[in-house]
Nanobody, 123 residues
């Protein structure tokens, strides 16, 4: 099992920045990649970004490219999501997740999830 704990959410004005962290513990060696997803009220959970543990290859949703940066610290088993130029439409609960597959864009391919952290962007 892999346990994931997010932190770093909060309330920020439009144009501001936040950095989310996700600390992983347990059988972390079984994970191929880590990802971030978000879910706004009344909407489906959507892919935000992902990063592979080994090569550090990154993937981004078009809606966040150029504004968000995903990174990881293998020694600390922690991934980060630096969010800049935040917009009100970025408001959502953000979840980190891990997958043992290379299907990193699909939520149903992730088998471990954190509890989520709220990000609210005011206009």
């Amino acid at each position: 099992q892999v346990q994931l704990v997010e932190s770093g959410g909060g309330l920020v004005q439009a144009g501001g920045s936040l950095r989310l962290s996700c600390a992983a513990s347990g059988r972390t060696f079984s994970a191929y990649a880590m990802g971030w997803f978000r879910q706004a009220p009344g909407k489906e959970r959507e892919f935000v970004a992902a990063i592979t543990w080994g090569s550090g290859f990154t993937y981004y949703a078009d809606s966040v490219k150029g504004r968000f940066t995903i990174s990881r610290d293998n020694a600390k088993n922690t991934e980060y999501l630096q969010m800049n130029s935040l917009k009100p439409e970025d408001t959502a609960v953000y979840y980190c997740a891990s997958t043992s597959t290379n299907w990193v864009l699909a939520a149903n391919m992730y088998n471990h999830w954190g509890q989520g952290t709220q990000v609210t962007v005011s206009s």
